[in-house]
């Protein structure tokens, strides 16, 4: 053949010992990182270099293993382009070397030409079954081993290309969701303060206003009735006088958790003034809301503040219900519940009416 490179002396294979020459070794590198390398793994040192010969230019870089774990060794510290690979070698050969290479996702996208005899036909078909794209025979042509180097390699980098294109495609869409995510979160947290009054925690008036209407609408459809607690807090002005209005605000925030603590997940509890709370407690009717206030009012009485120095702390509360029989407005229903908390203070603190 016109550009045999090299042809096999004898039918049989040579096989260890190599001398140094025989090594693997990384090609002197003097050419850029773009430069694709092609792992050459073939047990016999003239096959390698007879390819080397073919494709000697400034356009590739060789790496050389005489074995299967040898050029499994260099796969994992190179970065390697494309494969040419003996099938018949000693110690791992290119079936074995091909089950461990395709298993390995990282090497997945790197193409495995075969060298192998032209008249091995149950070879190459096993080969290309264990994951080898093409294969060129033996004794090698020049020709053909360099045009299908040429587009075994053209297959390579434009796969390297598109790996990279989604890989920044999906730096993008993360680098987006993650900016997404936080306007999403400054936004949950600018309506949640909205939504909250700044020393308590709870809700404010304008919360209570958005939830209260379709509250009483459900209320009216569904024919169940909705009870307003307004509490508040007896002498508070005393305790500021006599404590101060750090000590006023703490007893505040600890009010806010008592109250709290005494109510279902659906009811809410609102800062309704200063010392004023509202709490909405939908589907509870009169009978029901009064027992609800009562624990409140008795959890005050035991609550434990060391800058209260042991003053008693009280509260009174006014109930009303919303009568899905009898509908009324919010406004009238707050009203209500007002009334009441006026009766419970003229009637002497710490009490529900
Ligand atoms: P009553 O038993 O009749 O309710 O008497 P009171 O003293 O509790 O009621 P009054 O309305 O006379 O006083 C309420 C006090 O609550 C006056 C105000 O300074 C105080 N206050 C209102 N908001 C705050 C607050 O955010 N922090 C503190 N520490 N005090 C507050
Ligand atoms: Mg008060
Ligand atoms: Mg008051």
Avoid at 12 to 39: G, Q, V, Y
Wanted: with cysteine.
């Amino acid at each position: 053949m016109e550009h045999q490179p090299h042809a096999r002396a004898s039918g049989t294979k040579r096989s260890a010992p190599r001398d140094s020459e025989t090594e693997h070794r990384d090609a002197i590198d003097t050419r850029n990182a773009t430069t694709p390398t092609i792992l050459l793994v073939d047990d016999e040192q003239a096959y390698r270099n007879a390819v080397k010969r073919v494709l000697a230019d400034d356009q590739h870089r060789f790496l050389e293993a005489a074995s299967g774990e040898e050029a499994l060794a260099l796969l994992e510290s190179n970065t390697v382009s494309l494969v040419l690979l003996d099938l018949v070698m000693p110690c791992m050969d290119g079936f074995a070397f091909l089950e461990i290479f395709r298993n390995n996702g990282n090497w997945r996208p790197i193409p495995v030409c075969v060298m192998t005899a032209w008249s091995d036909g149950a070879k190459r078909r096993r080969a290309i079954e264990l994951g080898a794209d093409d294969f060129i025979g033996k004794p090698v042509d020049n020709i053909e081993l360099e045009t299908r180097i040429k587009s075994l390699l053209r297959m390579s980098r434009y796969q390297s290309e598109l790996r990279d294109m989604n890989a920044q495609l999906e730096a993008k869409v993360r680098e987006r969701t993650q900016h997404l995510q936080a306007s999403l979160d400054e936004l949950k947290q600018a309506w949640e303060e909205s939504t909250r009054d700044a020393l308590t925690g709870v809700f404010n008036r304008r919360f209570m206003w958005e939830w209260l209407l379709p509250q009483l609408k459900h209320a009216k459809r569904h024919k169940v009735p909705l009870s307003c607690l307004m509490i508040d807090i007896d002498r508070f002005k005393d305790l500021n006088d006599a404590y101060g209005h750090h000590v006023g605000d703490e007893v505040l925030k600890h009010f806010s958790d008592i109250i709290a603590k005494n109510l279902r997940e659906s009811d809410i509890v609102v800062r309704y003034g200063g010392e004023e709370f509202v709490t909405l407690l939908p589907n509870c009717n009169l009978e029901n809301g009064r027992l609800a206030a009562e624990r409140i009012r008795q959890a005050v009485t035991k609550m434990q503040l060391s800058s209260l120095k042991g003053t008693p702390l009280t509260c009174s509360i006014g109930v009303a219900v919303y009568d899905p029989a009898e509908p009324t407005t919010g406004e009238e229903l707050l009203k209500q519940a007002d009334k009441a908390l006026y009766k419970a203070k003229n009637a002497g603190r710490n009490r529900v009416v």
